[in-house]
């Protein structure tokens, strides 16, 4: 990488990179919507692209001077519909928070009714929670998972879906460990006559190598993050149906945003490219694997997960069993190097703020390289630094195991400042 200038002109800034370059390369990324993308896809985004205006899409431009710009859009759409089997694929979204907002924009009218996953049960923010504008603008009314199996039950649903008479169904979670049945879901849209909107974020790698059902056809609109098991740039896509295409683009540009970020643009048709080749198979695969044998090991060393397991490439550890809570416990585990994330638990008395269960997941040491032997050293070391916190020898013990790991399993290797 070519870093000579940056180093140069603002040494402050280029500095603290490289510390992150580092905490990267010596700690391991736990937390399930994170992940270590190629060297081609960070080179992509650090490019001239980013210096150009290009409102509109490929072939109807509001500037000139994007013949070259069109033709990476063009090819990042291509790729993303072959990818996905879809009929449309716009490329623009920034993020996926604002990609759910343009959905919504583009198929429902405010006030329209909605149903999406509670944030503390497993959804997200822009499934209809009220702090965020999905759950101002329109009238979201919130499914969960049961209490006796921590699962979502498809007839609950159906019985709701009949009741309220949605406009809109949102399926796909952020904190979900089991799978989403779209087929099954498509059937209770027909019958309520409601969109089926498949929110793929999370598990996207996943649908690519079939260990998670894929949203098309049943879906009638897919959107997706790029950078979590993608493995992509920060960023996101939205895949539709044909009759869908224009209400969605135009909700994208002119409805919520300008002009598009080329340079991330081309990240994605990267990613794209990559996630088409068989070894994406093989790493989503290796994703499932190494996540069910982190899961068993946690526990066969006593811990609880919401649910019993995991289905994908994430599980959620109840802290609160352990007398902790999930802040402590990521707090802990973090000192050591290892990364994860605090998150409510299904029916637990935590806050958004301070839950009682910590959210992990294996799709970045995938990406590193580690399988299920490497699973079961760390869910052995973070059952320990769990169940003895605050114990500074079990913290040297996960420091050096942290950093065996990291010198076993390099990423970004080369890569300095
Ligand atoms: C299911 C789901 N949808 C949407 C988003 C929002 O994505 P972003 O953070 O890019 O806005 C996320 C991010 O975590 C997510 O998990």
Not at 28 to 35: D, T
Not at 263 to 274: D, L, S, T
Not at 293 to 315: K, R, Y
Request: aromatic share 6%.
């Amino acid at each position: 990488m070519i870093y000579q200038s940056l180093k140069k002109q603002d040494p402050e800034i280029a500095e603290l990179i490289q510390k992150e370059i580092d905490r990267q390369k010596n700690g391991l990324v736990m937390i399930p919507s994170e992940n270590h993308c190629s060297v081609a896809v960070l080179e992509a985004m650090g490019t001239v692209l980013s210096n150009k205006y290009a409102e509109g899409y490929p072939q109807k431009r509001y500037y000139t001077g994007n013949q070259y710009i069109d033709q990476i859009e063009q090819l990042a759409i291509d790729r993303a519909k072959k990818l996905f089997s879809a009929e449309h694929a716009n490329v623009q979204p920034n993020a996926g928070s604002p990609a759910n907002l343009a959905i919504y924009l583009a198929l429902l009218k405010p006030g329209d009714k909605v149903m999406g996953m509670k944030l503390d049960q497993g959804g997200h923010l822009t499934h209809g929670h009220p702090v965020n504008l999905s759950g101002q603008l329109y009238n979201f009314v919130q499914y969960g998972v049961r209490k006796d199996t921590e699962q979502i039950d498809l007839d609950e649903i159906r019985e709701m879906a009949k009741k309220e008479k949605p406009k809109m169904i949102v399926t796909g979670a952020t904190a979900y460990p089991r799978i989403f049945d779209f087929k099954a879901f498509r059937k209770i849209c027909d019958e309520v006559d409601a969109i089926l909107l498949a929110d793929i974020s999370h598990f996207v790698g996943l649908c690519l190598s079939d260990d998670h059902p894929k949203p098309f056809p049943f879906a009638d609109v897919v959107m997706t993050t790029t950078h979590k098991t993608l493995r992509g740039p920060r960023s996101a896509i939205i895949l539709t149906k044909k009759e869908y295409a224009k209400a969605i683009d135009k909700a994208i540009f002119p409805g919520t945003q300008g002009g598009p970020l080329e340079n991330m643009i081309a990240a994605k048709a990267v990613c794209f490219a990559e996630a088409a080749k068989p070894e994406f198979k093989t790493y989503a695969h290796q994703i499932v694997l190494n996540a069910k044998t982190l899961a068993e090991t946690f526990i066969q060393e006593g811990l609880e997960l919401v649910s019993g397991g995991t289905d994908n490439h994430l599980m959620l550890i109840k802290c609160a069993p352990l007398g902790l809570t999930g802040r402590q416990g990521s707090e802990a585990l973090a000192q050591g190097g290892i990364y994860t994330n605090r998150n409510t638990i299904p029916y637990d008395t935590g806050t958004a703020f301070e839950p009682t269960g910590i959210r992990l997941g294996t799709p970045a040491l995938t990406s590193r390289g580690m399988k299920e032997g490497q699973m079961k050293i760390i869910g052995k070391i973070i059952a320990k630094v769990l169940k003895n916190i605050n114990n500074d020898n079990i913290l040297k013990e996960l420091k050096d195991v942290v950093a065996q790991l990291c010198q076993e399993f390099p990423v970004y290797k080369e890569m300095t400042i």
